[in-house]
């Protein structure tokens, strides 16, 4: 999630629109109830660009098919597009929790994902997701890390002993429009945090990671 008040002009130009619109256009059909989603979003809420884009969100799909999950949790729920996209993957008999802070949100969550097919399939937590994560049982096949930066670091220890061996940990926007390839000012924590956890991440002899520079950046972890 980021609602960014400057984005880097090497940034936009390395992410050109048209290439994003062109690889959207030669990608798998966005379903109907995701186009909905994305519209009330950007009717409803006052930061749209939260959510997250459909070419990721076809990625989202595709690696949850690839994965079959048993059991995702998501860590940020926002309007519920990315849990739709993810809940695409799922067996019959998979879940997926998925967690947030924001009550408002809540009635268009409830909304749509009373509308799809995995309806039954999709576990909503109300509430911070460090007093959350505790409380679910793993062990998860799929983890997507979409909430505050600060925490990603903390979020990401408390899911790795929940992870299956060979399990996939996904954490959004960690290129933060740019801003992690700058010298960060002292006050800015998100931007300091997620630094530090794209460093941590490629040193860390318990996950392979991949960082792709798809939208505002997606960091791929497989658990060895």
């Not at 399990?167 to 390839?181: A, C, E, F, Q, R």
């Not at 700058?182 to 997620?194: Q, R, V």
Request: charged letters at 20%.
């Amino acid at each position: 999630m980021h609602d960014p008040k400057m984005i880097n002009p090497k940034f936009t130009e390395a992410l050109s629109e048209q290439w994003i619109n062109y690889a959207t256009e030669n990608s798998e059909t966005i379903p109907e109830i995701l186009v909905a989603l994305e519209r009330e979003t950007h009717q409803k809420t006052l930061q749209p660009r939260m959510l997250s884009g459909a070419l990721q969100g076809r990625l989202l799909s595709l690696i949850s098919h690839l994965i079959s999950p048993k059991l995702i949790i998501e860590i940020g729920t926002y309007t519920g597009y990315a849990t739709l996209c993810l809940a695409e993957g799922l067996g019959e008999k998979g879940k997926i929790h998925t967690l947030d802070i924001n009550e408002e949100l809540v009635p268009i969550q409830s909304k749509f994902f009373n509308m799809s097919p995995f309806k039954n399939q999709i576990i909503s937590h109300l509430g911070p997701a460090l007093d959350l994560i505790p409380k679910i049982s793993g062990p998860f096949d799929l983890a997507f890390i979409d909430a505050d930066k600060v925490n990603y670091s903390t979020y990401f220890e408390m899911l790795l002993p929940k992870m299956n061996q060979g399990g996939l940990i996904l954490s959004d926007n960690v290129l933060w429009s740019g801003k992690v390839l700058e010298k960060a000012d002292p006050k800015d924590e998100s931007t300091i945090a997620l630094q530090l956890y794209n460093e941590k991440l490629k040193n860390d002899p318990r996950v392979k990671t991949v960082l792709l520079p798809l939208r505002d950046g997606l960091t791929l972890s497989w658990v060895c």
